[in-house]
């Protein structure tokens, strides 16, 4: 009996396999076409001042409108990019987009807002990353410090020299560099010393539990008061609840991100929240005269 089970448990892991490799294969099959069809969406994520609770910019999120799979998320073809070398192309498309919108927001009502663009660590190791942006904020007449670029701390700490020449050409051009998922490698606190940068982002994985565990907790609030005073802005990801948002607010954490505001969304949507919550912030205002 325990033979054949063992036997069927094997079929059933190769049947897993298969499936993840035919899913694999169907998506890498796919994706070296889907620039040339134009199947990629910038959504974009609201980020929200704790302390104004004013839309101060948005975290641009690649979508892939897959022909048979429909909408595929970039956890899921993203690290496939990154191994075939599509990333280089996808992440230039990405640059590009984001480019556009910042060039389209040079308009009322949407000038001020910041637009924060994902690297993968390929993208930021390659040669083709400096020249690229001087292109792109060159020809669309974009202040640089509206861009923000984020990389992970794993990312950075995959070549800390070439990391710390980056982003040290990044900020000598006024664009605002965020250290993305900080907490979650290993090395979160010898690199801030290492690194130039703007401000970090608190990974989901500490503020889902904020509420409920204390060490999560502790760790948020230190966190916060660490990168402040070391001149460093901070924005927590993933706040989903009031009492998450309550929390950040009384440890004086800058910004936050999360379905609490908003999932992340077509350009033209997001552009249309911002018009609506300003207008509704003047009501308020007016409101309160
Ligand atoms: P990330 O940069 O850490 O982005 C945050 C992820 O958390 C996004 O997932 C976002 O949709 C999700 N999220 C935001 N708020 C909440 C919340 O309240 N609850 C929950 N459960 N999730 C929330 P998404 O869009 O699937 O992106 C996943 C990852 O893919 C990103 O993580 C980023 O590492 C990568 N990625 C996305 N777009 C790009 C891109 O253009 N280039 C590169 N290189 N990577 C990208
Ligand atoms: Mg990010
Ligand atoms: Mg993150
Ligand atoms: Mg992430």
Known sequence: ???????????????????????????????????????????????????????????????????????????????IAEESGLILPLGDW???????????????????????VNLSARQCHGPGLLPHLDRLLHSHGIDPALLELEITESAAMQD????????????????????????????????????????????????????????????????IALAHSLGLEVIAEGVETEAQRDFLRSKQCDEAQGYLYAKPMPAAQFEAMVHQSGVSSANRTRALL
Do not use: C
């Open 1 to 79: 009996a325990a033979k054949s089970q063992g036997r069927g448990n094997f079929q059933f892991f190769s049947a897993a396999m298969n499936a993840a490799t035919h899913e694999r294969l169907l998506l890498e099959n796919r994706l070296w076409q889907a620039l040339e069809r134009n199947e990629f969406e910038l959504y974009l994520q609201p980020q929200i001042d704790l302390a104004t609770q004013r839309i101060i910019g948005a975290e641009a999120l690649l979508r892939w409108h897959h022909p048979e799979l429909g909408m595929v998320g970039p956890d899921r073809f993203i690290p």
């Open 94 to 116: 990405v640059l590009q987009r984001a480019a556009g919108l910042l060039h389209a927001w040079r308009a009322p009502g949407l000038a001020h807002l910041r637009l924060a």
């Open 160 to 223: 800390p020299e070439r990391s710390r020449t980056l982003l040290n050409e990044l900020r000598s051009r006024g664009i605002k560099v965020a250290i993305d998922d900080f907490g979650t490698g290993y090395s979160s606190l010898s690199y801030l010393k290492l690194f130039e940068i703007d401000r970090i982002k608190i990974d989901r994985s500490f503020v889902k539990d904020i509420e409920t565990d204390p060490d999560d907790a502790v760790i948020v609030a230190a966190t």
